[in-house]
């Protein structure tokens, strides 16, 4: 059953606390993203992997950092530094069409992070 | 010129009436406009996609109508459901890059009513 599993499903963040969000995908896609979600605002992109070991900075990368060890994986970590952290965080895997540009994301079920 | 402005922010509609989303943009290298579904609480889904060569693109009871010259692009649902009450995001993405990279539209709540 391939797909994009993310986890927690609710994690609860305190005062100057790092904490880590799980994205892993089974469809050996090359290409993976986190987006964050607020209301009224669509999806914001936070960060994006094409190939392991590199990624790049999106549109809201500050306050966050990101690891690409492992093809299937691709954890976000939201740092002390993000001052406003409570959102709902997608994550979505791509892979090359036949046309040969990466066009369709296919999302995981999000994670809402909240702040204590 | 990285937006896309998308409109109105929510919509009620009948059941069975026609529901109409519409976005705009100003990067003329855009070139992939996908529309995404996403119902509370899970994960968008595309629903439907289309690139500038065609003006128009259907898929059941959903169409996108593309005009290039005004730089604006619609999801029109016909005979609107209420299994169709979802928040629906256009984005738009750039030939050139490849890597992917979608911007999106602010979203639209769409509630379809009985």
């Known amino acids: 059953d391939g797909g994009i599993t993310q986890s927690p499903k609710y994690l609860f963040r305190k005062e100057g606390q790092n904490v880590t969000l799980s994205c892993e995908q089974n469809?050996?896609?090359?290409?993976m993203y986190w987006y964050r979600q607020d209301p009224g605002q669509g999806l914001r992109l936070i960060y994006y992997?094409?190939?392991?070991?590199?990624?790049q900075k999106g549109d809201i990368a500050e306050g966050y950092s990101v690891s690409r060890e492992k093809k299937e994986s691709f954890p976000l970590t939201v740092t002390s530094a993000q001052k406003n952290p409570t959102a709902f965080y997608l994550c979505?895997?791509?892979?090359?069409?036949?046309?040969?540009?990466?066009?369709?994301?296919?999302f995981g079920p999000g994670t809402r992070l909240l702040v204590l | 010129q990285q937006q896309v402005k998308q409109s109105p922010q929510s919509l009620i509609v009948q059941k069975g009436g026609i529901s109409i989303i519409n976005c705009a943009y100003e990067?003329?290298?855009?070139?992939?406009f996908p529309w995404y579904q996403q119902f509370p609480g899970k994960g968008p889904a595309l629903l439907i996609a289309?690139?500038?060569?065609?003006s128009e693109k259907k898929e059941g009871r959903f169409t996108i109508s593309f005009n290039k010259s005004a730089k604006q692009f619609s999801l029109h649902i016909m005979d609107s459901q209420p299994g169709d009450s979802a928040t629906y995001f256009c984005?738009?993405?750039?030939?050139?890059?490849?890597?992917?990279?979608?911007?999106f539209g602010q979203g639209t709540t769409l509630q379809v009513k009985p």
């Open positions: 979505a895997s791509s892979i090359e069409g036949t046309s040969g540009r990466y066009e369709t994301q296919y």
């Open positions: 469809l050996n896609h090359d290409a």
């Open positions: 992997s094409q190939i392991v070991n590199d990624f």
């Open positions: 990067n003329t290298a855009f070139d992939y």
């Open positions: 289309i690139r500038p060569d065609v």
């Open positions: 984005a738009a993405s750039m030939w050139y890059s490849n890597t992917g990279k979608l911007i």
